[in-house]
C-alpha cells in the first residue's frame, strides 16, 4: 500500500509540473513559432539549439500537442467546430487551440485522478463510495477546461453587446465629423478599451496587410458570435457594397441599438 501511495504521489506531482510548466511556456512559444509551421521549425533547428531549451519546450510541449493533436484527430468534426467557435468567442485565451485544450483536459482529468485517489485513500473511503467520488472528480478535471472556456465566451459576448450603443455612437459622431470609416474604427480602438476594442484593432490590422474590409469586418462577427453586431456588420457591408451613406447607415443602427 505504501508503495501504491509513493507511485500515486509521484504520478500526481508530475502531471501538476508538466501542467504549469507547458501553461507557463505556451504564450512564449506560439509567439516566436505561430507564423511558421511548428515541426517544419524544429527540423530546421540546429541540434545544440534545441539541446539548450528547457526541458519543458523542447519535450513536454511537443509531447502534450502531439497528443492534443492525435485526439483532435479523433474528436467528431461537429465537435471540434463547435469548440473551435467557443475557444474564439472566448478570445483564445493564451492562444490555446483545439488540440491544445484537450491536452489540458487530459492533465487535469489525470491530476483530478491521483489526488482523489490519495485523499480517500488517506480517508480510508472505499467500496462503491470510493469509485463513485473518483469518477465524479475526474469527470470534473476532465471538463473544467471547456467550461472555462464557455464562462469566458459568454462574459466576453456579454461585454461587446453592452458596448455596441457606445461604439455606434461614437462611430456616427467620428463619420459625420468628416472621418473614414476606417479612422473612425480607429479612434474606437483609441477611445474605448475592452474586447470589441481588440476585435477592430484585429480587423484594422487585417485591412493594413491586405485583406479586404469586408472580409476583415466579417471576421470579427465570426471571432465574436454576437448576433448583433453581425447584423451591424452585414448592414455597413451592404451600405458599402450599394455605395449608400454611411452615416445614414450608422444613424439606423444607433437608434436600433
Known sequence: MALLLALL??????????????????????????LTDIRKMSLERDPEDMLRLPFMERVAVPFLSGLGGRLGNLAPKEIRSRMEKRILYAGKPGNITFAGLLA???????????????????MQVGGIRMVLIVLLLTFIGLFLPVGVINSRGEARQ??????????LDLLLVSVEAGLG????????????????????????????MGSTRESALRGIARRTGVPELSSFISA???????GSNIAGTLRVQSDYM
Request: charged share 25%; net charge positive; proline share 3%.
Open 9 to 34: 504521489g509521484f504520478l500526481f506531482v508530475a502531471v501538476l509540473v508538466v501542467a504549469l510548466g507547458t501553461l507557463l511556456t505556451h504564450r512564449r512559444r506560439v509567439v516566436r513559432e505561430r
Open 236 to 242: 455597413v457591408i451592404q451600405s458599402e457594397q450599394l
Open 104 to 122: 489540458l483536459q487530459v492533465l487535469l482529468g489525470a491530476a483530478f485522478l491521483v489526488i482523489s485517489l490519495l485523499l480517500l485513500r488517506f
Open 158 to 167: 456579454k461585454t461587446i453587446r453592452r458596448a455596441l450603443p457606445d461604439m
Open 181 to 208: 470609416f476606417d479612422m473612425a474604427l480607429k479612434k474606437v480602438t483609441q477611445q474605448m478599451p475592452g474586447p470589441l476594442s481588440e476585435e477592430i484593432r484585429h480587423a484594422l490590422d487585417e485591412i493594413r
